[in-house]
C-alpha cells in the first residue's frame, strides 16, 4: 500500500495564500499520478488538480484555474498544492490521493490521505 498524510491546512482570510503538502511512504511513489479533491459539508467530493507521474501534464478545476497549482518532488515524495487568492467557496476539507491512472474522477484513485481542513473566512 501507499500511505498519504497531507498537512498544511488551517484558516486564512479570503485573497491569502496557502501551500498544502502531502507525504508518500513507499518506494513507488513517483510510479503514479497524483490528485487533489476536497469536500464541503453537505457536498460530494470535488475534483480540484491531477499530475502525471512524470509530472509533465497537469490539470486543474475549472474552479480553481489560475488560482492554485498543483507540483510534486519525486525525490521528496511529495505532492503539493499551492493556492492563491483564496475564496471562501474554497472552504473544505482537502484529501490528496493516488491512482494508476491519469483521472479526474474519485473512484479511479486507490489511496487517500486523511485530509486536511481548509478554512477561508470573509
Known amino acids: 500500500q501507499v500511505q498519504l498524510v497531507e498537512s498544511g491546512g488551517g484558516l486564512v482570510q479570503a485573497g491569502g495564500s496557502l501551500r498544502l503538502s502531502c507525504a508518500a511512504s513507499?518506494?513507488?511513489?513517483?510510479?503514479?499520478?497524483m490528485g487533489w479533491f476536497r469536500q464541503a459539508p453537505g457536498k460530494e467530493r470535488e475534483f480540484v488538480a491531477a499530475i502525471s507521474w512524470t509530472g509533465g501534464h497537469t490539470y486543474n478545476a475549472d474552479s480553481v484555474k489560475g488560482r492554485f497549482a498543483i507540483s510534486r518532488d519525486s525525490a521528496k515524495n511529495t505532492v503539493y498544492l499551492q493556492m492563491n487568492s483564496l475564496k471562501p467557496e474554497d472552504t473544505a476539507v482537502y484529501y490528496c490521493a493516488a491512482t494508476s491512472v491519469f483521472s479526474t474522477k474519485p473512484g479511479q484513485y486507490d489511496y487517500w490521505g486523511q485530509g486536511t481542513q481548509v478554512t477561508v473566512s470573509s
Open positions: 513507499g518506494r513507488t511513489f513517483s510510479s503514479y499520478n
